[in-house]
């Protein structure tokens, strides 16, 4: 048997009036206060309103390597802004082919970025380009940008924990 148009109108209705009394119930647990500004900010570090950008490198002290944990690095580090900068720094590959290159890849999705699966990502950095200042990356644009090593077909981004995801948000101004 059909529900008439009405009763599903009145079983909607009933549904969405329950999921804002959800809603409303959960404003009840909230911590803080309703008003965020500058100095209750609840994010690590609140956009500085006079700069205009800031520069990271990835990982801090522990640069681009295999085995650090870089999905939280950039929960710990962000939120990140538009216009800020990823300093990506790794050793170049040795002369006598020894050690460990490493490089920077963009993957075009978030499946892929799971996955990664490298085979419609697109290089950014090549093995050389970690050296000395490192590899600069604006993040130009209010969209996720999905980072990860592509070296070992992989290997370093799926078991070595080389990839993280940032989304930079627009500047706040107070
Ligand atoms: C920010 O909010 C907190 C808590 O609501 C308040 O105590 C503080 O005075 C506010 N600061 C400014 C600069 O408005
Ligand atoms: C914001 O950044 C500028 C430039 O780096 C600095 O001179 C200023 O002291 C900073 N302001 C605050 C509130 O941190
Ligand atoms: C980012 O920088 C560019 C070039 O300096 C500027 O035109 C743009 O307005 C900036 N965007 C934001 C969101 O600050
Ligand atoms: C390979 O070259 C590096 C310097 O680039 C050197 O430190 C290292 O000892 C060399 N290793 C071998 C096995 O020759
Ligand atoms: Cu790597």
């Not at 909230?30 to 500085?48: A, D, E, F, L, V």
């Not at 205009?52 to 640069?63: C, M």
Request: with cysteine.
């Amino acid at each position: 048997m059909a529900f008439a148009n009405g009763q599903v109108f009145l079983l909607l209705a009933v549904l969405f009036s329950s999921m804002f009394a959800i809603g409303l119930a959960n404003y009840d647990f909230n911590w803080g206060p309703t008003t965020w500004n500058k100095t209750n900010c609840p994010y690590s570090h609140p956009p500085n309103a006079t700069q205009t950008s800031n520069r990271f490198i990835v990982g801090g002290s522990e640069n681009w390597h295999y085995g650090f944990n870089y999905m939280d690095w950039a929960r710990n580090n962000g939120p990140f802004f538009v216009n800020d900068t990823l300093v990506f720094k790794y050793d170049p590959p040795n002369v006598n082919g020894t050690g460990f290159p490493h490089s920077v890849y963009l993957f075009s999705n978030y499946r892929s970025f799971i996955k990664c699966d490298l085979r419609r990502a697109k290089r950014i950095a090549d093995p050389s380009q970690g050296a000395g200042e490192g590899f600069e990356f604006v993040l130009k644009k209010m969209q996720t940008y999905y980072f990860g090593c592509g070296e070992h077909k992989g290997i370093h981004c799926k078991t070595g924990n080389m990839k993280f995801a940032v989304m930079p948000l627009k500047h706040w101004r107070f």
